[in-house]
């Protein structure tokens, strides 16, 4: 069974400083990582992907994420974030294949900006 | 444009009905998911459907039904026997061969019951 771990469930944060959203998984077999962003009363959207390669990962709005294997986290990074950014952000593992779309999800980290 | 389109938005419903939540995509996408979201929780699978004809069971299944009649089309039934309908549903889909599963969202339904 695979599981996830979002370890803030709320980050207060000044505009233009940098944020780490922190997420540990845990499974049995080799996973794919998510990361996905939900603004008020709308549905999520991807923000970005690991599959395999490069440990570092770019996605939208220039956010970014590493993953390492050996301490099972795949915490998400933005070097300065602005108002718009304020959302819901889940972190969310998948086995891929015929599960594809089994995701498991954390509970959410509520990021919200201060002017 | 392509997208996943949920309706209603918004439902309002008495305890003992029966609700049915419409989602319907234009993706071409095989695997289609209904997930339940709650405060302060992550996303809860209800029932997911890898091809017509055919779906499976999620994690929080007891209390709901679906259909998969076509490709499109994948509407979600809230009976009476759930015991604790109001939350957000989200539809998605997602192409089942492509590597990764990455899910593409409606905007969801928000149930509530008086």
């Known amino acids: 069974a695979q599981s996830v771990t979002q370890l803030d469930s709320q980050v207060p944060v000044f505009e233009e400083a940098p944020v780490e959203l922190r997420c540990n998984y845990s499974?049995?077999?080799?996973?794919?990582l998510f990361w996905y962003v939900q603004y008020p009363n709308q549905g999520l959207q991807l923000l970005l992907k690991?599959?395999?390669?490069?440990?570092l990962v770019k996605g939208i709005n220039g956010f970014e994420a590493e993953f390492n294997k050996s301490q099972t986290s795949f915490h998400l990074r933005k070097p300065s974030v602005h108002i718009s950014d304020t959302a819901e952000y889940f972190c969310?593992?998948?086995?891929?294949?015929?599960?594809?779309?089994?995701?498991?999800f954390g509970d959410g980290t509520t990021l919200t900006v201060k002017p | 444009d392509g997208g996943i389109t949920q309706s209603p938005k918004y439902l309002f419903r008495k305890e003992g009905q029966n609700v049915t939540l419409s989602c319907e995509q234009n993706?071409?996408?095989?695997?289609m998911y209904w997930y339940r979201q709650d405060p302060g929780q992550g996303l809860r699978l209800i029932y997911y459907?890898?091809?017509?004809?055919?779906?499976q069971k999620g994690d929080i299944a007891e209390g709901y039904s679906v259909s998969r009649e076509k490709k499109e089309s994948f509407p979600l039934t809230v009976t009476s026997a759930q015991k604790n309908p109001t939350a957000f549903y989200l539809c998605?889909?997602?192409?089942?061969?492509?590597?990764?599963?990455?899910?593409?969202f409606g905007e969801g339904s928000r149930l509530t019951v008086l």
């Open positions: 969310a593992v998948s086995e891929g294949g015929t599960n594809a779309g089994k995701s498991t």
């Open positions: 459907s890898q091809i017509v004809n055919d779906f």
């Open positions: 690991y599959l395999s390669g490069s440990t």
């Open positions: 993706l071409n996408h095989d695997a």
């Open positions: 499974s049995s077999v080799s996973v794919y």
């Open positions: 998605a889909s997602s192409p089942s061969s492509r590597v990764g599963g990455e899910l593409f």
